[in-house]
């Protein structure tokens, strides 16, 4: 008998009761709701309220995948949450939700790789159950980026949306979970996506509040550029570590960006639209938490059941990227 394999066993989502459409945005800058959908795809986005966190997000999807993996906190291994938008610079995010859920054995830290977080943390889970390491891992994705955009920048406050996503990664029978999977960067690209101030360059003072280094910056040509090509790089990567081709993938889950730039990699591909999941329309671009809140709504939707093959594919600031081919059980 070959050695058990390893995948995600239960799915939690979370985002902010608050949504805002693209009529409301129409009032808070110049834009339309034309302009938005016509370039983005996007229709409105869910927005964290007073007191709404990235930890208080996180437990809320956490506790959704835990349950559906009929998984004790206290089984739990590891916590690791993706994240560019932490409570707090530290302590980590997931040692706040490892306290909050009651997962009093866990190891816990942070892992940062803006929108291809959650595809970072699923490789990372998937090594340390693989090798015995640890048997149950909780991989969460969360982002309030409404905390960190211009809300004066049309380009790019449009664009964003606040959630959380949570998966329990551990053994699975053989031949499910994790295919193939592939892990790139290149730091050249840096300067098209990142924020200013804030860490050790830039530390916070009353000058780079003022002068609005504490919003992000996107070089959004050359982002859907970059977006295209690396996420055809890293697609076809891990489906020959898995041994299959685009003909294969039952459902191709991608990072929720742009409407344009999902069309123009499923035209890629060779994938028809119909075995895409799209969300973005709903959600907007929530970084680390895109990939989990679609592959979520895939099962809920009854898009993914067992033994279909999903491929998810994320990019992002770093710049980073990744993919990951499984076997759904």
């Known amino acids: 008998m070959g050695s058990p394999g390893v995948g995600i066993v239960g799915l939690g989502a979370a985002v ?3 949504v805002v459409s693209n009529r409301e945005l129409e009032r808070m800058v110049d834009t339309s709701d034309q302009w938005i959908v016509e370039r983005t795809g996007i229709r409105c986005r869910h927005l964290a309220g007073p ?5 208080s997000l996180a437990l809320r999807a956490s506790r959704e995948a835990l349950e559906a993996a009929g998984t004790d906190p206290g089984e739990i291994d590891l916590v690791m949450v993706a994240t560019i938008t932490p409570d707090r610079p530290f302590p980590a995010t997931a040692c706040l939700l490892q306290q909050e859920l009651g997962a009093r054995r866990a190891a816990a830290f942070d892992l940062q790789a803006a929108c291809s977080g959650f595809i970072y943390g699923l490789s990372v889970a998937r090594e340390f159950v693989a090798r015995g390491t640890y048997r149950r891992v909780l991989v969460v994705g969360v982002d309030i980026l409404s905390r960190i955009v211009d809300w004066r920048d049309r380009s790019t406050c449009v664009l964003m949306g606040d959630g959380a996503g949570a998966a329990v990664v551990a053994p699975v029978p053989e031949g499910y979970g994790f295919l193939g999977l592939h892990l790139g960067a ?10 200013p101030a804030g860490g050790s360059l830039h530390p916070p003072t009353l000058g780079t509040v003022a002068s609005g280094m504490h919003h992000l910056r996107m070089n959004g040509r050359e982002v859907f550029r970059f977006a295209v090509r690396v996420m055809g790089d890293a697609a076809s990567r891990a489906l020959e570590a898995a041994g299959l081709g685009f003909s294969d993938v039952d459902l191709y889950v991608p990072h929720q960006a742009n409407y344009r730039i999902i ?13 895409v999941m ?3 329309d709903r959600y907007g671009n929530t970084s680390a938490a895109s990939v989990p809140l679609a592959l979520y709504e895939a099962e809920k939707e009854g898009r993914i059941e ?13 710049l980073t990227w990744g993919a990951v081919v499984l076997r759904w059980y």
């Not at 007191?51 to 930890?55: I, N, P």
């Not at 069309?263 to 075995?275: H, Q, T, V, Y």
């Not at 067992?306 to 770093?318: E, T």
């Open 16 to 18: 902010p009761e608050r």
């Open 51 to 55: 007191g709404e966190t990235a930890s």
């Open 186 to 195: 290149n730091g050249e690209g840096a300067p098209l996506l990142f924020l």
């Open 263 to 275: 069309e123009a990699s499923a035209r890629l591909f060779g994938i028809p639209m119909d075995k």
């Open 278 to 280: 799209v969300n973005i």
């Open 306 to 318: 067992r033994g279909k093959v999903v491929l998810a594919v994320a990019f992002g600031a770093g």
